[in-house]
C-alpha cells in the first residue's frame, strides 16, 4: 500500500503524479552539538506530551460515548463543528491564529516554532488540544497524527521562548514526542521527526531519542494504569 500511495505521488510512465509538498520544515537553524540540558528538555517534552494526549483521548472518549446516550451521529457533528469553532474564534480574539486550530497543523508547524510570544504559543496548545479531542471525540475523523506532532512541537516551543532552546531542536523532539504519544509507534516517530529537520538536525538526534522514548514509555505506562 505505500508502495502505490508512492506512485500516485511520482507518477507511472506517461501519467504524471500529483504534487506534493515537501515533508521538512524550511528555514531551520543548523543544530550542533548535544547538550545536557536538550536532553532534559526532550525528556520533558516526551513526558508532557504523552500525558496531554491521553488526557486528549479522555476526552474524546467522553464525547463519543455522548452518541449512544444522548446524541445521534448527525447531532454530535454539527456541535462538534460548532465547538471547534468557538474554540478557534476564541483563539483569534485572545491573539492566535485560528486557522492553526482548525486545520491538521503541518503547514503551520514552521510558523509556530518561529512564534516569539509564550502567551500566543499556549494559546494555540490549549486550543489546538481543545479542537483536537473535540474533533476525535464527535466523529470528525480526520489524520490523528499532525494534530499530535502540533501539539508536542507547541510544547517544545515553549522551551524555546522560556529557556532558548534551539528551534531545530524543538522541531525534531516536539514531532517525536506527539507522534509517539498517539501511535506509539517509536522508530516512525523518530524517522519522521529526522525528515522534518533534515540535515540541519542530525545532531539533535539523541535528544529526539530520548523525547520519543519517553513519550512512549508514558503513554505505555498510563495506558496499562488507566486498563486501556
Not at 49 to 57: E, K, M, P, S, T
Not at 155 to 164: G, I
Not at 170 to 188: I, N, R
Amino acid at each position: 500500500s505505500a508502495a502505490c500511495g508512492y506512485l500516485i505521488f511520482i507518477g507511472l510512465g506517461d501519467w504524471g503524479g500529483l504534487d506534493t509538498t515537501a515533508l521538512a520544515v524550511p528555514g531551520l537553524p543548523e543544530y550542533s552539538g548535544t547538550h545536557v540540558e536538550d536532553l532534559l528538555v526532550g525528556l520533558v517534552v516526551g513526558i508532557v506530551a504523552a500525558v496531554l494526549i491521553v488526557g486528549i483521548r479522555w476526552l474524546a472518549a467522553g464525547l463519543e460515548r455522548l452518541r449512544g446516550r444522548r446524541l445521534g451521529m448527525p447531532a454530535l457533528l454539527i456541535l462538534g463543528g460548532l465547538a471547534v469553532g468557538v474554540v478557534a474564534e476564541l483563539a483569534d480574539v485572545l491573539g492566535a491564529d485560528s486557522q492553526d486550530v482548525l486545520f491538521s497543523g503541518q503547514a503551520s508547524v514552521p510558523g509556530l516554532v518561529a512564534e516569539g510570544s509564550t502567551k500566543i504559543v499556549l494559546i494555540l496548545l490549549v486550543a489546538k488540544s481543545l479542537g483536537y479531542a473535540i474533533s476525535l471525540g464527535c466523529g470528525f475523523r480526520g489524520g490523528p497524527v499532525f494534530p499530535a506532532i502540533f501539539v508536542g512541537v507547541a510544547l517544545a516551543t515553549l522551551a524555546v521562548n522560556l529557556l532558548d532552546v534551539s528551534p531545530t531542536l524543538a522541531v525534531a523532539v516536539g514531532a517525536a514526542a506527539g507522534m509517539a504519544a498517539t501511535t506509539k509507534l517509536l522508530f516512525a516517530s523518530l524517522l519522521l521527526a529526522a525528515l522534518l529537520v533534515g540535515t540541519a538536525g542530525l545532531d539533535a538526534i539523541p535528544a529526539t531519542v530520548f523525547a520519543g522514548a519517553a513519550a512512549w514509555l508514558t503513554r505505555t505506562a498510563l495506558d496499562r494504569r488507566l486498563g486501556e
